[in-house]
């Protein structure tokens, strides 16, 4: 069964600062790594995901994340918070193979950004 | 274009009520799921259609809850004798065919489901 991670239910940074929300993954074979965003009131909102190939990926509105399988983890970052980016985000996995529609979520984490 | 629709946005019923939900998935897209996200948790995978059949209902937690899609499109989530343990908040989303690491699940706001 796999399993998701994210360290620290509520994050809060400075507007201008870098951003940096832990996502780490428990599989015998490493998943699809996917990140969405949830604003109030708003459906959840893929940023990426990595399937195969350059372990580093780009998203939308700045994001990038990093596959490294080594640690099982799959990191978000922005170099520079901007108030729009306060919102809850979930890391998420699916199986490779059999069973790759299903998505199993983290907890999520609540991102605060102070002006 | 328009995205996954929800409705009712939130539903308050009685403990032993029934309750629908419905989902209107993005036009043309086969694959449809439900999820389930309570206080503070992540959103659960229920039910996974492909068409009008239920290709993966594994996380229905019992048999009170029951999803169709008679047409391939509209899907409803019903639940019978609710309790109060189901007050949650309830996901649908639609992708082009169910094939993850080649497109996007497309989430709707959810209904939001009070059992007093």
């Known amino acids: 069964a796999q399993s998701v991670t994210q360290l620290g239910s509520h994050v809060s940074v400075s507007e201008g600062a870098l951003v940096l929300l832990r996502c780490n993954y428990s599989s015998s074979v490493p998943p699809y790594l996917f990140w969405y965003v949830q604003y109030p009131n708003q459906g959840l909102q893929l940023l990426l995901k990595y399937t195969t190939g350059a372990t580093l990926v780009k998203g939308i509105n700045g994001f990038e994340a990093e596959f490294k399988k080594s640690e099982t983890s799959f990191h978000l970052t922005k170099p520079s918070a901007h108030m729009s980016d306060a919102a809850e985000y979930f890391c998420?996995?699916?199986?490779?193979?059999?069973?790759?529609?299903?998505?199993?979520f983290g907890k999520g984490t609540k991102l605060s950004v102070i002006p | 274009g328009a995205g996954v629709s929800q409705t009712p946005s939130n539903k308050v019923t009685e403990k032993g009520k029934y309750v629908e939900l419905r989902c209107d998935p993005i036009?043309?897209?086969?694959?449809l799921y439900w999820y389930r996200q309570s206080l503070g948790q992540g959103p659960e995978f229920l039910i996974y259609?492909?068409?009008?059949?239920?290709?993966?209902d594994s996380g229905l937690p019992n048999d009170r809850f029951f999803a169709v899609r008679p047409e391939g499109s509209v899907s409803t989530l019903k639940i019978q004798r609710t309790e109060r343990g189901d007050s949650a908040v309830y996901l649908c989303?639609?992708?082009?065919?169910?094939?993850?690491?080649?497109?996007?699940?497309?989430f709707g706001p959810g209904t939001r489901l009070l059992v007093l």
């Open positions: 998420a996995v699916a199986p490779r193979g059999a069973g790759s529609y299903q998505l199993t």
């Open positions: 036009s043309g897209h086969t694959a």
């Open positions: 259609f492909q068409g009008t059949g239920a290709a993966d």
């Open positions: 989303a639609s992708s082009v065919s169910g094939e993850i690491s080649q497109e996007t699940q497309y």
